[in-house]
């Protein structure tokens, strides 16, 4: 695996491996570093520094995922979240919140701007989310898009909620596929659970997972979902490594993602224009 690695790096510029994107799959690591990690690839790929890449992986701990902006009062007990150390973590990219545990496969799409995926939003989700339901399929599960959303379902039920951003010439689509879920837990931690389902009375009722489907092998269903990426979007990958640049610009984004200042970033902003206001002549 090392020399495959180590081969993919040396040639992914060249003219005859243009197709070739970088799958990187780190299984469990830190909610907060993955929020760093993903910014910190979309400006190397931005820059052409790496090679477009698929990367996927599962969150240690459970944390919520806030959109850019939202505000974390609108969407989250956060006393909850504090007493029960589930981390809030805004990230760069738009959309609503996620609560998220280790049984859910996340990915980020991470292409160049410009580039295979559509400068179209709603087209990019469309082809990108190609790629989750070329998984289900094979998989035996039929599924679709669903563009009001940004999520794919199956059965009825919502199984993959997605976000978007640009940022440093690159763009990026993240994601989760449900192996399993903690509903009664997702219940706690936000405000609204059904805020981002078809109109239902319970999470439990509007969503589903793979487990619910009988399918139980997290190995198959990453190779099956990496292949579905690949199929959607029209192109081959390779096995990669993070880079040195890479590693180090997320280690340095980190302390910008556990820091309140950014956390509760646009609830500050609202409460100072809610402050300006109430200043003005009535």
Aim: proline letters at 2%; glycine letters at 10%.
């Amino acid at each position: 695996m090392a020399k495959k690695q180590e081969w993919f790096f040396h040639n992914f510029r060249t003219k005859e491996l243009n197709y070739m994107w970088r799958f990187i799959d780190l299984d469990k690591i830190d909610g907060f570093y993955s929020a760093a990690l993903f910014e910190s690839i979309a400006r190397n790929v931005g820059s052409n520094l790496s090679p477009e890449t698929i990367l996927f992986w599962r969150v240690k701990s459970p944390v919520v995922y806030l959109g850019y902006h939202q505000c974390v009062e609108d969407e989250i007990n956060e006393e909850y979240c504090k007493d029960n150390n589930i981390g809030i973590i805004r990230r760069i990219l738009g959309g609503g919140c996620g609560f998220c545990d280790e049984d859910q496969i996340l990915y980020s799409i991470i292409g160049k701007d410009g580039g295979i995926i559509p400068a179209d939003i709603q087209e990019a989700y469309k082809k990108v989310l190609g790629g989750v339901v070329n998984a289900l399929a094979q998989l035996g599960e039929e599924a679709k898009i669903e563009p009001a959303r940004n999520a794919v379902y199956t059965s009825g039920r919502k199984i993959s909620g997605n976000a978007q951003g640009r940022h440093d010439s690159a763009v990026l689509i993240n994601g989760s596929l449900l192996l399993d879920f903690n509903f009664g837990l997702m219940d706690k931690v936000l405000k609204n659970p059904t805020k981002n389902l078809y109109p239902v009375k319970s999470a439990r009722e509007g969503m589903v997972s793979l487990k619910d489907l009988g399918v139980l092998d997290i190995d198959l269903v990453k190779k099956t979902l990496r292949e579905g990426f690949e199929s959607a979007l029209g192109i081959k990958s390779g096995y990669g490594n993070l880079t040195t640049d890479e590693i180090q610009i997320a280690d340095n984004l980190l302390a910008k993602y556990k820091d309140q200042g950014w956390t509760y970033k646009m609830d500050i902003k609202r409460a100072i224009r809610k402050r300006s206001s109430s200043l003005l002549p009535q």
